[in-house]
Structure formats: C-alpha cells, structure tokens
C-alpha cells in the first residue's frame, strides 16, 4: 500500500536555526500537505501544495512539492521556541483518504 | 476560518462503559472524519462519512461506530469502552473533492 516515510523523526535544535525535513512517497501524489500539531492539540494545516516544483511560503516556512511528485520538503528558517511540536507531511490515497507521516518532533531549546 | 470542534477535551471512562464522542464542524462539509493517534503510530483512520447518513469504515473500525443525522455533526460512539482505547481522537472535516482536511482539538479519553 502507499507509504509516507518522513525524516527525521525527532530534531532538537537551537533558536535561530534553520530546520529542513523532508517526506518521501512510495507514489505519486497531485498534493502535498504540511500541518503542525502543537503538544496536546489537532494537526493544523501550515501549507498546502497542489503542483510538481511548487515553491510556497508561510513566514517563516516554506515547503516545496518534489518535481518527481514523490517527495516534499518543509524548511523553516530562524526557528523560535513556539514552533515546537510535531511536523506531519500528508498526501491524498487512492481510496480518497489522506496518509500521513509519522511526524518530525521539533524541539526548541533557547 | 474553518471551525471544528469536538465535545470534550479531556475524558475519562471505565471500561464496559459507553462512550459518545462529538464533532461539529461550521463550514457546510461534506466529508467528516474520526481518528485516534498514538505515539509511534501516527494518525489512524477509524471511520468517515462521505455525507449524511453516509458513513465508511477506515483502517481500524474495530469496537468503534458512527452517526451522522446532520451535516455539521458526526460522532464516535465506543460501544463498551476498554482500556486499549486509551487514545487521543481527532475529528477532521473537509469540503467534497478538496484534499485538505482541517482538524478538532481532539479528545484524550482515558478508560481505566
């Protein structure tokens, strides 16, 4: 069945540096979505891609929908204690439903 | 703003006993959507509905059903609660034919 494999699974970085992760695709996917789930709350919807080599900001996040339709990147840049928490990729499956990764946890130290 | 919300932030039942848990969702969706999510196992479809009245089972509908008499509402219902379903339950919502879905605050039920 399609996977979503997502790198890494945890990062623990200090504030001001710049985060990348990426997620892979054992498929293709028309699109890509990125969402933040802050400790103890619902995944919410950062970025949104629907087309092969798109580049999207949002403040300080950007992410990028792979020209091969199998992976996506998220990059945030001068990271800040508030963007702790876990990062989840997700793409639409055959059956009409959204896989998810399995989340890159965000740590923060100042 | 799309809203979701679900009916308790926190609960805690005993096992054997019934549980209802619910989602509204302000934004005339067509689709709703229950999961549960656990640590190292990501989310996890339980069940979802198309529209009224409709519903489909996801990837674990086991011990779980459904309801949705309205549009705007769907709820969880665990039949006799046992401690294996201990989780956190999202609810998510989208508008028919759009790939994103939008998320509750969830629900971390605790049966003991």
């Known amino acids: 069945g399609q996977q979503l494999n997502q790198s890494p699974q945890s990062m623990f970085i200090q504030e001001g540096e710049d985060v990348s992760m990426n997620c892979t695709s054992s498929s293709i996917f028309n699109t890509w979505l990125w969402y933040k789930q802050d400790p103890g709350e619902g995944p919410v919807l950062l970025i949104a891609?629907?087309?092969?080599?798109e580049l999207t900001s949002n403040g300080r996040l950007t992410a990028q929908f792979g020209i091969t339709r199998k992976d996506s990147f998220l990059n945030i840049s001068a990271s800040i204690p508030s963007d702790v928490g876990i990062y989840f990729c997700?793409?639409?499956?055959?059956?009409?439903?959204?896989?998810f990764g399995t989340g890159t946890r965000l740590q923060v130290f100042p | 703003d799309v809203k979701v919300t679900q009916s308790s932030r926190y609960l805690v039942k005993r096992t054997g006993e019934k549980v209802f848990l619910e989602c509204v969702q302000d934004m005339d969706h067509e689709n709703m959507f229950w999961y549960r999510q656990d640590p190292g196992l990501g989310l996890r479809l339980i069940y979802f509905s198309y529209d009224v009245k409709m519903k489909e089972k996801g990837d674990i509908p086991e011990g779980y059903s459904v309801s949705r008499e309205k549009k705007e509402r769907f709820s969880l219902i665990l039949e006799s609660a046992s401690t294996n379903q201990t989780s956190m339950y999202l609810c998510?919502?989208?508008?028919?034919?759009?790939?994103?879905?939008?998320f509750g605050p969830g629900t971390r039920l605790l049966v003991l």
């Open positions: 997700a793409g639409p499956a055959y059956t009409d439903k959204l896989i």
């Open positions: 891609l629907y087309k092969a080599g």
């Open positions: 998510a919502s989208r508008k028919q034919g759009v790939e994103t879905q939008y």
